[in-house]
């Protein structure tokens, strides 16, 4: 198991940037596939973006495509959800997730089997 804790949520306005960070605890992160995933009120969570634990693969979800980057530093245990040119549509609650290596590649598996959760920041962007 692996704790996770979401950062760097807030308002901004569209065409802006925020950067979210995802602290995790324990000796293993680096083992860990990580992921983003959002929930807009109203709606069901989606799938935002994952980097393998190796790092060397990313998915993303087609409408961030281009906008946002999935990044990890295992030396500091965080993974980050760089987001750029925001839309009032990206408003949502954004959970990062944590699953074990041997549960499929990012490509097979890009938003599949996450046992670990954080609590999630809110994102609000505004038009």
């Known amino acids: 198991q692996v704790q996770l804790v979401e950062s760097g949520g807030g308002l901004v306005q569209a065409g802006g940037s925020l950067r979210l960070s995802c602290a995790a605890s324990g000796r293993t992160f680096s083992s860990y596939t990580m992921g983003w995933f959002r929930q807009a009120p109203g709606k069901e969570r989606e799938f935002v973006a994952v980097?393998?634990?190796?790092?060397?693969?990313?998915r993303y979800v087609d409408s961030v495509k281009g906008r946002f980057t999935i990044s990890r530093d295992n030396a500091k245990n965080t993974v980050y959800l760089q987001m750029n040119s925001l839309k009032p549509e990206d408003t949502a609650v954004y959970y990062c997730a944590a699953r074990w290596r041997d549960k499929g590649t990012v490509t097979r598996n890009p938003d599949g089997a996450f046992d670990n959760w954080g609590q999630g920041t809110q994102v609000t962007v505004s038009s």
């Open positions: 980097i393998s634990w190796t790092g060397l693969s990313t």
